[in-house]
């Protein structure tokens, strides 16, 4: 139990365009989730902090405007990176927290490239 | 804010060795510790999660241990493979389910 799936596993995308990840929990759900990134040889750091049915919270240093999180049901949340760059190119993953439980699982994550 | 610092950066060692991978953590006040695989290019793979309230957990060839008050955490692979070559990541969490990861270690085990 307790799975969370993340699509896509991988993207290629031009500069300029936007790429949309989804991570959708199949079994529960998950009233928090949380996105991170990794850029090469460094480690994961937390994006942001999604509810569902409110506006996600950013880490510092984050640009709102360009990872669009949405979390509108309690199986979905996404994370759309708009007029993506060379420099986004990373790895991106999710977690889920379990709704009434202390529990989370993470997505299989999303490498991104962006040429 | 929690800090997690992951001793050796890489390592390597010949097959069939035993060997102990290191996790520190500054903030005890912990929910959860997890140990990770993640392989070059790839995502991540759950290996071990320890409740703060347990010591250890094993997997197969895979141990892992957590000392809470002293903000420690090993991961202990019996009998190493060339298979088992790969970045080891430990991630600890609160209750409100952020993690903070460390930055790894990349283990290479030569046939």
């Known amino acids: 139990g307790a799975v969370v799936s993340q699509h896509p596993s991988w993207v290629i995308c031009k500069s300029g365009t936007s790429v949309k990840i989804e991570c959708r929990s199949l079994?529960?759900?998950?009233?928090?989730m949380f996105w991170y990134r990794q850029f090469p040889k460094q480690s994961l750091m937390l994006m942001a902090t999604s509810n569902e049915g409110s506006k996600a919270t950013y880490e510092q240093g984050v640009e709102k405007d360009k990872f669009l999180i949405n979390h509108a049901s309690l199986t979905l949340s996404t994370l759309t990176v708009t007029s993506a760059h060379p420099e986004d190119s990373s790895f991106y993953i999710c977690s889920a927290r379990w709704t009434g439980n202390y529990g989370y699982t993470f997505g299989s994550g999303t490498r991104l490239t962006v040429v | 804010k929690q800090e997690v610092t992951q001793i050796p950066a890489a390592l390597s060692v010949p097959e069939g060795e035993n060997l102990v991978l290191n996790c520190s953590f500054t903030?005890?006040?912990?929910?959860?510790l997890q140990w990770f695989r993640q392989d070059p290019g790839k995502g991540l793979t759950s290996l071990l999660l320890?409740?703060?309230?347990?010591r250890e957990q094993t997997s197969g060839r895979l141990n892992a241990s957590l000392d809470k008050s002293s903000g420690r955490s090993t991961l202990y692979i019996a009998a190493s493979q060339p298979g088992d070559s790969a970045t080891y990541l430990c991630a600890v969490s609160t209750n409100a389910g952020k993690s903070t990861f460390g930055d790894g270690t990349t283990l290479t085990v030569k046939p």
């Open positions: 903030d005890s006040a912990i929910y959860n």
């Open positions: 320890i409740q703060s309230s347990q």
């Open positions: 079994d529960f759900q998950a009233t928090t």
